[in-house]
């Protein structure tokens, strides 16, 4: 059973930074591309940032290119986000996934992923 574990979400002003973490357990956590979400409350979980199995390749959302870099340590079995000029609109739940598919590189839609979190909220104030 592979298990993910989101963490290091809050309240931050806008402007400022957070980075969020997600470790994974039970399997080969670099036989698995990873990705952040995000949902807001009444809409659809959305796409943040994808990470290829070594993390040579890496793909973003238009909304946060430029100021969020995911990136992984596949010694610690860990998936980061690091989110900087935050801004309000960035505000939600991320969510972290892991897609076993060895098919292919990289993953951006909600129905690539095989494993979620439980999610971690961020909250940035104007």
């Known amino acids: 059973q592979v298990q993910l574990v989101e963490s290091g979400g809050g309240l931050v002003q806008a402007g400022g930074s957070l980075r969020l973490s997600c470790a994974v357990s039970?399997?080969?956590?670099?036989?698995?591309?990873m990705g952040w979400f995000r949902q807001v409350p009444g809409k659809e979980r959305e796409f943040v940032a994808g990470?290829?199995?070594?993390?040579?390749?890496?793909f973003y959302a238009g909304s946060v290119k430029g100021r969020f870099t995911i990136s992984r340590d596949n010694a610690k079995n860990t998936v980061y986000l690091q989110m900087i000029s935050l801004k309000p609109e960035d505000t939600a739940v991320y969510y972290c996934a892991a897609d076993e598919d060895l098919r292919i590189a990289i993953a951006t839609r909600k129905s690539d992923y095989d494993y979620w979190g439980q999610g971690t909220q961020v909250t940035v104030s104007s």
């Open positions: 039970g399997r080969t956590f670099s036989a698995y591309i």
């Open positions: 990470i290829s199995r070594s993390g040579g390749n890496t």
